[in-house]
């Protein structure tokens, strides 16, 4: 199964992004937030946005993963970054392009939200999806 990406003339069009997702499918995944720490509650990049959007990216990609999906079934994620500014915007933009060992996250539809804190003062990033799959 294929989901169809569509950027209808007249919107923003940005790699690794994509207006509209139709899917069709027999499941749907909830994926809870996920943030730059392993299972031992170990934080990867303290202070580094680039980095834990990096392992944030890879948490997705195997929590879709153990329910028999794959990321380029996700067709929605909210990603909420800590003090969003433009620097961090482009941080995160760089993330998805390397963030499955080199290669990019596939492009689905997104919001970026700025938020004050997350659950931990050391957390800088947090991404919920949407998986739909046979």
């Given amino acids: 199964m294929q989901h169809q990406h569509v950027n209808p003339a007249?919107?923003?069009?940005?790699?690794?992004?994509?207006?509209?997702?139709?899917?069709?499918?027999?499941?749907?995944?909830?994926?809870?937030?996920?943030?730059?720490?392993d299972e031992h509650m170990n934080l990867t990049g303290k202070g580094d946005y680039f980095?834990?959007?990096?392992?944030?990216l890879r948490n997705l990609a195997t929590a879709v993963k153990a329910v028999g999906g794959t990321p380029e079934q996700i067709v929605t994620s909210t990603?909420?970054?800590?003090?969003?500014?433009?620097?961090?915007?482009?941080?995160?933009?760089?993330a998805l392009a390397v963030a499955l060992d080199g290669a990019a996250f596939p492009a689905h539809a997104f919001s970026l939200i700025g938020v004050h804190s997350l659950a931990s003062p050391d957390l800088l990033v947090e991404?919920?999806?949407?998986?739909?799959?046979d």
Avoid: H, M, N, P
């Fill in 10 to 37: 007249g919107l923003l069009k940005l790699d690794g992004f994509t207006q509209v997702v139709v899917a069709s499918g027999k499941r749907t995944a909830y994926i809870a937030g996920q943030v730059a720490v």
């Fill in 51 to 56: 980095e834990q959007s990096v392992s944030a």
């Fill in 79 to 94: 990603v909420y970054l800590k003090e969003l500014t433009l620097e961090v915007t482009g941080l995160f933009t760089r």
């Fill in 127 to 133: 991404i919920s999806a949407v998986a739909v799959f």
